[in-house]
């Protein structure tokens, strides 16, 4: 244990900058710029809780999708990355059996650990959250003793970097490590994130962006088997091959888009049932694609292109992963590029149907290739329809995409990210 007063010191002189430096990297300005978010969020934590003087520091990153978009809710492969961007926790602990959480520029939350039913009029609310994962510790046998906490995000909300995943892997790595040893494990938290999310917060939503902020760095996942995913580490050093990881939100309205969201793995079921299997994962490719012309009149076009999607993008999720342990930059960005082209001709998911006026993802992306020429790596970012797009961009090219795209969508839309090869931690 260590008081805020000792912490703050430590950060002042340094003493936690290797720390520090493993999630951020290692550049000066970087480091000045933690060590000032830790001492602020610190000295905020003791005005709110000032009978608290033991704290100790958790963090837990953002995600970016690399490959398989659209795959992992019919049960297929996937790579992810944690990055650069996490929200950070400090923590006292104590035995008084409740939760306090204060998240900057939000209200308090409190969870009486007493009481871990699901209720239904937090549903939509991060209090859900934290109360699906203290029950689901709670099942697992474990006792919790409670905890106050200020907490602080740089995670983009709405921008694909999964801050709700984030915050999961947050709050279940600070139970875990506090009340159950460690033991449960990054595959673990993030099945009680996910389990959160969907049983308590309401929101049906696959394990990806769960597990790769849990696990960190870049994570390749095999959802064959829902239950037991495989997961498989990968490390791959982007920067030192030539090339910087830029994300850029085009500022459109997520709001009313609900049903563009549905519709895709509602009509990719809907192929898969022709077959009598629940997800197109358990359909045979070949007799898919033998099977086209009876399809139509079964199942809309639209549903068709998307199923051919899916067997193709989940074909490149296993090659990227592999051109990646090879380290075969080319092949990875040909695949990469194959993926953009059919997340935009298959899978449709760069605007909304309801709203074809609205176009700010396929003129981020045409702006982007009259940047970085039309063999530029850059694609559609998550689930689509709105929101972010993503680039790998050679280093020399930094600096003039990104004034390029921050005079398109406004200043600070271009986001410089690095890859974080640590998922939720506690730091000291």
Do not use: W
Not at 67 to 79: I, V
Not at 131 to 146: E, L, N, Q, S, W
């Amino acid at each position: 244990m260590m008081k805020a007063k000792e912490l703050i010191d430590q950060l002042n002189h340094s003493g936690l900058d290797e720390k520090l430096s493993l999630l951020y990297g290692a550049d000066a300005d970087v480091l000045d710029t933690q060590r000032r978010r830790y001492t602020e969020a610190i000295e905020r934590f003791t005005k709110i809780f000032p009978n608290r003087e033991d704290v100790h520091l958790f963090s837990a990153p953002g995600r970016t999708e690399i490959g398989g978009n659209h795959t992992d809710h019919q049960r297929g492969c996937a790579l992810g990355a944690a990055v650069d961007l996490d929200v950070i926790a400090v923590v006292a602990f104590h035995d008084e059996g409740v939760i306090r959480l204060k998240s900057e520029g939000y209200g308090m939350i409190e969870v009486d650990l007493s009481d871990l039913e699901i209720h239904e009029n937090e549903k939509g609310r991060s209090v859900a959250i934290m109360r699906g994962i203290a029950a689901r510790f709670a099942r697992m046998g474990v006792k919790i003793g409670g905890f106050d906490a200020y907490s602080v995000s740089d995670v983009l909300s709405g921008s694909g970097l999964s801050s709700s995943a984030a915050f999961e892997t947050l709050i279940g790595t600070i139970i875990d490590v506090q009340y159950h040893n460690g033991k449960t494990g990054e595959i673990g938290i993030a099945k009680i994130g996910q389990y959160a999310e969907n049983v308590y917060f309401g929101k049906g939503s696959g394990l990806l962006d769960q597990m790769v902020c849990s696990v960190g760095g870049f994570v390749f996942l095999d959802f064959k088997d829902p239950e037991k995913p495989i997961v498989e580490k990968h490390s791959f050093d982007f920067a030192k091959a030539g090339y910087d990881l830029c994300i850029t939100d085009t500022k459109g309205s997520h709001s009313d888009l609900t049903d563009d969201y549905v519709a895709v793995p509602s009509e990719m079921k809907q192929v898969a049932a022709y077959f009598g299997k629940d997800v197109l994962r358990e359909v045979d490719e070949k007799e898919f694609f033998r099977s086209i012309p009876a399809l139509r009149g079964k199942c809309s076009d639209r549903a068709i292109l998307r199923a051919m999607h899916f067997f193709g993008e989940n074909q490149r999720a296993i090659a990227e992963a592999d051109a990646l342990d090879q380290n075969d930059s080319e092949r990875f960005f040909t695949l990469y590029r194959q993926s953009a082209v059919s997340s935009a001709e298959f899978l449709q998911n760069l605007y909304s149907a309801k709203k074809p006026l609205e176009q700010g993802i396929p003129l981020g992306l045409a702006v982007s290739k009259s940047v970085l020429g039309n063999d530029a790596s850059v694609r559609v970012h998550g689930g689509g329809f709105a929101g972010t797009i993503q680039a790998f961009v050679p280093h020399e090219k930094t600096e003039a995409y990104r004034e390029k795209m921050n005079a398109l969508f406004g200043a600070g839309s271009c986001h410089l990210l690095r890859i974080r090869h640590v998922g939720g931690v506690k730091i000291v």
